[in-house]
């Protein structure tokens, strides 16, 4: 955008204002040729049968300034709207000249104006008659001559046709390319031009040589004599000279520039050119905007060596912009989008810029040489409320929930799952070598169906043969089925953390909507685990309580048990780790024990799931009671905060590498241009053995550091991978432990288990704010507000050191948890600062405090 803006001199608003006018619609002309003291008139015409004949006029004050003479003389009068009315029929183009002959007194010539409709030719003399004041004038349209035409018109030229002098002739393009020529004594001719021509455009006459430049569907510039035009019933035609230009012509314009050379500027969708009338291209420029209008002129005689060709763009974003040749030499913002660009003179200001936007707004401007220059308002550097930005974000949420309406989201789940209905089924036998099972999956759809996927979501313990399946153009109740092998994983991640199979079905109804459903598939625990000896002193451990308590017998009633009492050793097939698990019927408790945390939180969950249904069917109401994990032991956050520190390692060592290989690439490229040089060059063998030397080693450190950057990706995956399965692990234990409400749903939004890195932030740097809070709430003793006073976020960068302290203290309330004493619970949020206190005031006083200061954290929770 540029810093100078178009100074309006005057503007006026036509009859219609629909978009119902283009580039043919405007023109300015000096309606009296002989009277040298009158300025020219803008005749406006529109689609729809409207036009205005306008004279803009301000009083000559040479003393205002740019702002002021705006200000003074924006808006138009009664005296400069000269005629007004509408046509029957629809204006395709208006020229104003020398139409019609004339006697030989001077006072009788005037221009005259030709108007040209789909079907007709009309032209037409403006008739004024003087009265005896200014507002007395009055003025009409007289026809002179009216031309039937045959063919359906697309735009009209004029010019001198023939080299006759004080004459001037009018040429009709009609929407096939044919041409007709109307001369002053009623003679017409009819010419077509050769080849197809079903894209008419825009076309100039050019008096130096008496041609015609028009443009062929193919996109050459043909150039054709108006003698071989005229009688082209008695020979061939052929152009002169034509030059394919690439694209299609928005406007032309002809101006001669010398004694012997005539220009043709031609705006094409992207380039504006220049051609001389000998055929030749003078210059090429490639436009990086949306053209939309144009308007050239010459600044001095052609006859002088000085003479300046001056071109005027319109642009899609509302700027002008003008060059001398292909030199831009202006700039300014435009007051409106313009479809029509023309230059003229007027009272008061002469070579004014006229232009037309397509709802017929006319302005009429100079450039202004006073920059309009922004100015930046002053920011707003008052210190932020917090209490008063949480009342607003208080209100913008329940403005939120109140405009979303989930009532009919049941409902609209429940018609997807009559649309497509879905069966699946296990098979174990007669499989292919090496795999497991067999998934077979049938589907029907109720509704005609542009296309379905069908994928099934992975499992690092299991591997599909295929896991995407796509159908396009399915008919109603027309059944479908596939089969995919699964094979159980061998990897270091490919432990068995859960049962289930997840199908995912996406599909687009007959509506056009898309629509997800989710099936889930359950593999028996008979055929992925297997009975063994119950292990002692394994590294994890949980504990669990629940009513009633049931046998180990009862509970995995699947699998084949000869003799179990009160302990029971489980492995899965894939690998050899063994969850132990112990009933104690006489404290209503079980537990659970192994070496592999994700074996541990498969079996945990498999408990749970089983206690919860038995608790179902014993008429158990609250779930959550009737089973409560009681205690983890310390080495489970001690294992989370080191797959943290791995992956945070491993993170900052893809980062490095990645640099290393953005230079080595950078240096790989210098020394590939410089061996190109030189082979240019006819360099000695000496000097490109040194390049090709270091081209080699270059190369090689590449590859290297690209195998390096590979293997720590392939392990930040097994990290990242068992970091999940720990946080699922420890977000299950949250669920089911003995903890107040609103600690418990604190702690889950931090234990998330879909974990995903970004390119500039890893999960674990977007999760410590959040830990950062939790921290510090937790820290909150004696004044329950003393969280909002002092607490802001951090700005420095991320720590690993203060984010593991932070989370150990956030998830210590989960180890050792098994005490009846809450206040025992509670004393695990205190920080380490406040221990030389403890010590001072003793443990029985200590406990007093710090259960009140719970309870008033857990009251401040509440009301958030």
Known sequence: MSLFKIIEYFKYQC???NENYDSFSLTCARLNAENEEQKDSVIITSHSGFISILQPSISDDRDLNSQQMAAVAIEYHHPNVVYETKLNQPILSVLSGNFVQYSTQKQ???????????????????????????????????????????????????????????????????????????EQ????????????????????YIPRIDCFMILAPNWDLECYRYLSLSEAYERRLTPIWSINVGEYILDMNTHQVSNTESVIVLLGENNLICISDTGKIKFIKKLDYTPLALCSFTVGWFFEPECKLMIAVATDNGSLLIYQNTTLVWCAELVDETIALKRGNFTGISGAIVTLNSTGKLSIGYLGSEPHIFKVPPLNLSKLDYEKSKIELEEMEKEINSSVDNSDIPYINETAEREVEIKSRLEFDNLNKNAFMRLSVKFTPHINLEQIQLYISPNPAFRMSTSTFFYNDLQAHERHSFETEIYLSETEVGEIFSTVLTIVVTF????????????????PLQNIATVTQPQKDDIFKVTLSAMPVVDIAALFSDITLADVGQALGIKTLNYENTVTIILAKNSNRYRLQSNSLVTLAFMLNII???LSQISTTTDQKNNSKSITVKSIPASTIEYLLSC????????NEMRTIADLLASKTIEMRLFERCFLVKMQGKASAQTMDGIEMLLKDTYN????????????????????????????????????????????????????????????????????????????????????????DNFSFRNDNFSLTRFSKQLKHVLSILVDSSSDDKKTMENAFIIEENETTMASIGESEWSSKSTNTLLKINEQLGEN
């Open 608 to 610: 749970i799931e089983r």
């Open 644 to 651: 943290i520190e791995k992956h945070h390692s491993m993170k």
């Open 508 to 523: 687009i109804n007959k509506q056009s909507i898309a629509r997800v459903l989710q099936h889930s598939v359950e593999v």
């Open 108 to 182: 009788d010539r005037q221009n005259v104006i030709a108007i040209l409709h789909p079907n007709k030719l009309v032209i037409y003399s403006l008739v004024t008659s003087e009265g005896f004041a200014e507002h007395g004038q009055q003025s009409k349209l007289q026809i002179l001559h009216q031309h039937e035409l045959t063919k359906s018109a697309f735009t009209m030229c004029k010019g001198n046709f023939g080299g006759v002098k004080g004459k001037e002739f009018i040429c009709v393009m009609f929407l096939d390319g044919s041409l007709r020529f109307f």
């Open 701 to 788: 450190e590449i590859l290297k550091l690209s195998s390096q950057y590979k293997a720590v990706k392939a392990n930040l995956n097994k990290v990242q991978t068992q970091l999940s399965q720990t946080i699922y692990f420890i977000r299950k234990v949250i669920e089911y432990a003995d903890l107040p409400q609103k600690i418990t749903e604190n702690l889950l939004c931090i234990m998330r288990p879909g974990l995903m890195d970004f390119s500039e932030q890893t999960c674990i740097e977007a999760l410590a704010p959040y830990v950062d809070y939790l921290y510090n709430i937790y820290q909150a003793k004696g004044n329950q507000n003393q969280f909002y």
């Open 15 to 17: 009859p219609d204002d």
């Open 185 to 204: 004594d009623g003679i017409t001719q009819t010419c077509i031009l050769p080849g197809s021509r079903t894209i008419p455009s825009p076309f100039v």
